[in-house]
């Protein structure tokens, strides 16, 4: 079985731009996540989708957006982009129950 | 408001030596939790999880931890270190559809 695939790997954007990171879930898993993890830190939960809706929010401002589709493959939107947000972001995907999360090897984004 | 506190950014053990990394929640209801493993420039890998049943997980590649109610604790341990051992541990609870990790511990393995 395929583990979760994240494109792309690494992304340089410059501050106030809008990027788009994808994530392809393990196959026969319903639920996606997605995660920041700065530099030195441990990861910070953005949100989680469950068959194509939004379930669980962290502490992340709108313009960080999100979409399942119907393949349960996932988007995560960020807009506006801000020096902060540089950061390996994570995408996890699961069956719905807490114990099954895969993770990805995640997408490296530089805000110059 | 949860959270899950990680005591000690880095840790050095040598070789052979017991190993100790210490996790601490909390949350107004037990948690399901867990531990993963991150090599440089890559994921997070699981180690072990605990939900419900036996407070003393077993999980790969020697590593256990036990859940503690009284104490809030899930700390992971493995009786001999190796030296592929080295990499970044995390702890994580879940809850209401949300995940907190701590700020993880690195592990450095000395031969």
């Known amino acids: 079985e395929t583990g979760v695939t994240q494109s792309p790997t690494h992304l340089i954007k410059t501050r106030g731009q809008q990027v788009t990171l994808r994530c392809s879930s393990q196959s026969g898993h319903n639920t996606v996540s997605w995660y920041q993890q700065a530099l030195g830190q441990g990861p910070q939960f953005i949100f989680q989708?469950?068959?194509?809706?939004?379930?669980g929010r962290g502490n992340f401002p709108p313009r960080f957006s999100g979409l399942q589709f119907p393949n349960y493959s996932s988007e995560l939107n960020v807009n506006a982009l801000e020096l902060d947000d540089s950061a390996l972001y994570l995408c996890a995907s699961s069956t719905g129950q807490a114990g099954g999360y895969t993770f990805g090897s995640g997408t490296r984004l530089t805000v110059v | 408001a949860q959270s899950v506190t990680q005591l000690g950014s880095h840790v050095s053990v040598s070789e052979g030596a017991l190993v100790l990394l210490r996790c601490n929640y909390s949350?107004?209801?037990?948690?399901?939790l867990f531990w993963y493993v991150q090599y440089p420039n890559q994921g997070l890998q699981l180690l072990l999880k605990?939900?419900?049943?036996?407070?003393l997980v077993k999980g790969i590649n020697g590593f256990e931890a036990e859940f503690k109610k009284s104490e809030t604790s899930f700390h992971l341990t493995k009786p001999s270190a190796h030296m592929s051992d080295a990499a970044e541990y995390f702890c994580a609870s879940y809850n209401f559809n949300k995940f907190y990790f701590g700020s993880g511990t690195k592990l450095n393995v000395k031969p």
């Open positions: 949350s107004s209801v037990p948690p399901y």
């Open positions: 989708y469950y068959r194509e809706e939004e379930n």
């Open positions: 605990y939900t419900t049943g036996a407070t």
